[in-house]
RNA sequence: GGGUAGGUACUCAAGCGGCCAACGAGGGCAGACUGUAAAUCUGCUGACUUAUGUCUACGGAGGUUCGAAUCCUUCCCUACCCA
């Protein structure tokens, strides 16, 4: 078992903030003292199935907790992802129904079981309290927070003062989130930084409900491979935990400089001491940043998809990019027709969504067949014989007709 | 309930009777240069059997007009002020 204080230099190592310190400090000390687990909760919002590695960064900090002994408490939120979204941003996304929720939350439990330890992991939906609770109850709940604290909220008051629509049932969002925390008994909640608002909301609830509060730790938000904004699917930008090595490789390369070694450290997970090696390496000048970055690449793949899979993504990389290959790995697709000009041919293997987008790749010289760049649109393509289309610098494709 | 300002393509944002598939910026895509980095430069960015062509589109539905994103009516939506 570990010290205390060796336990709390591993947890507290790379969180943004870790609130109250004593708080924390005491809750640990009395679970080594009683050998009682702590209960660390994360809620996931399963409207989005896909887990990318922007949600690994917390989730690698529980898979810590864990590992010293303490108990991870899933919160799949079925029940509010059911209702709609809150952050405004996407005001029209659709509601879900609480089979989709059930559903997605299996695949992102699925996933995440890639990170997590699940023998040490509950899972709950939060319908199981939520959805049970009358009117009354909720405003019960809503009674013991007001306004103006929920105004405290950056993106609530950045909206209110731009004139954006704010609708009630957004102010309730943080408040259910925090019952949830009364509902589980959380001793502590994880989350991005965007959530501590969130978080600090559940410790006022828990009080009024008469509980010990909960103390929340914030990881970074990581950014997604354009470098600028934090990682999200609906951006585009996000590398999935479910990419095969050979995107998941490619993505991580096209990641600016400046986010080197901040992969290494949150997606990575890499110590301390080894990043801090790297961040003076790349300063020093005696570590080329593409060097680094294969290395990050590299760890990455390990990480996910098993030991040495990153050196074979590497090998394909360096045959594709650098030596201008093509995959050893293309999909392929059949065709009607045995003839068939360049502009069908994108179209019907979905490399273009119109044939307007494909006549323009065409002209700007982003189509090529067996590496001969094709210029006319009109140019029929003979498909006796297998041939490959690339489409721009990334897709590949196998083309065969029948 | 009353008043004011608004609703334009992925986003922001011009246009305010014909020259508008709609200026500009961002984003995205393609090309050049590179380290699948950044920066920079160029082109494209509604669809259709590529046509000085047709169709769809400026919150919805009607209307005026030879002609509407632009004018009128009505409905819906948003913010703000007053109650």
């Known amino acids: 078992m570990k010290t205390l204080k060796e336990q709390f230099d591993i947890l507290s190592d790379g969180a943004v903030d870790l609130l109250p310190q004593e708080d924390f400090?005491?809750?640990?000390e009395r679970s080594i003292a009683t050998g009682k687990p702590l209960r660390a909760k994360l809620g996931l919002d399963p409207s989005r199935p896909d887990i990318h590695i922007g949600h690994a960064v917390v989730l690698n900090k529980l898979r810590q907790f864990q590992d010293l002994g303490h108990t991870v408490v899933l919160i799949i939120g079925d029940f509010t992802a059911m209702i709609g979204d809150p952050t405004g941003k996407s005001k029209t996304r659709p509601a879900l129904t609480l089979d989709e929720t059930r559903e997605?939350?299996?695949?992102?439990?699925?996933?995440?079981?890639?990170?997590?330890?699940?023998?040490?992991?509950?899972?709950?939906?939060?319908?199981?309290?939520?959805?049970?609770?009358?009117?009354?109850?909720?405003?019960?709940?809503?009674?013991?927070?007001?306004?103006?604290?929920?105004?405290?909220?950056?993106?609530?008051?950045?909206?209110?003062?731009?004139?954006?629509?704010?609708?009630?049932?957004?102010?309730l969002y943080p408040l259910s989130q925090a019952y949830d925390s009364v509902a589980v008994r959380s001793d502590i909640e994880l989350g991005g930084t965007d959530q501590k608002f969130?978080?600090?909301?559940?410790?006022?609830?828990?009080?009024?409900?008469?509980?010990?509060?909960?103390?929340?730790?914030?990881?970074?938000?990581?950014?997604?491979?354009?470098?600028?904004?934090?990682?999200?699917?609906?951006?585009?930008?996000y590398i999935a935990l479910t990419d095969s090595a050979k995107d998941m490789f490619g993505k991580t390369m096209s990641i600016p400089d400046s986010l080197i070694a901040r992969y290494y450290r949150y997606a990575c997970f890499a110590g301390g001491e080894d990043v801090a090696r790297m961040e003076s390496e790349l300063a020093a000048g005696t570590l080329h940043p593409r060097a680094a970055k294969v290395h990050v690449s590299g760890s990455l793949v390990d990480?996910?998809?098993?030991?040495?899979?990153?050196?074979?993504?590497?090998?394909?990389f360096e045959r594709v990019f650098v030596k201008k290959d093509i995959p050893d790995v293309i999909e392929e697709t059949v065709l009607d027709g045995t003839s068939?000009?360049?502009?069908?041919?994108?179209?019907?293997?979905?490399?273009?969504?119109?044939?307007?987008?494909?006549?323009?790749?065409?002209?700007?010289?982003?189509?090529?067949?067996?590496?001969?760049?094709?210029?006319?649109?009109?140019?029929?393509?003979?498909?006796?014989?297998?041939?490959?289309?690339?489409?721009?610098?990334?897709?590949?494709?196998r083309i065969s007709g029948r």
């Open 25 to 28: 400090m005491r809750k640990l």
């Open 104 to 171: 997605n939350g299996k695949t992102y439990v699925e996933q995440a079981a890639k990170i997590l330890d699940m023998s040490r992991t509950e899972v709950v939906y939060n319908s199981q309290w939520l959805d049970s609770m009358s009117f009354r109850d909720v405003i019960t709940l809503s009674a013991k927070y007001t306004v103006a604290q929920l105004l405290e909220r950056d993106d609530f008051t950045k909206r209110y003062r731009s004139g954006e629509p704010i609708s009630v049932h957004e102010f």
């Open 198 to 237: 969130n978080l600090l909301v559940g410790r006022e609830i828990m009080k009024a409900y008469g509980q010990e509060p909960q103390c929340i730790l914030t990881m970074p938000i990581l950014e997604g491979t354009d470098g600028v904004e934090k990682m999200s699917k609906s951006l585009d930008n």
């Open 303 to 316: 990480r996910y998809h098993g030991e040495g899979s990153g050196k074979e993504a590497l090998d394909e």
């Open 340 to 397: 068939l000009d360049i502009v069908t041919i994108l179209t019907s293997a979905s490399m273009a969504q119109s044939k307007s987008e494909a006549r323009r790749l065409i002209q700007q010289g982003g189509v090529s067949i067996d590496g001969t760049k094709i210029t006319d649109p009109a140019a029929l393509i003979d498909l006796q014989l297998p041939v490959i289309l690339r489409v721009g610098k990334l897709r590949f494709l």
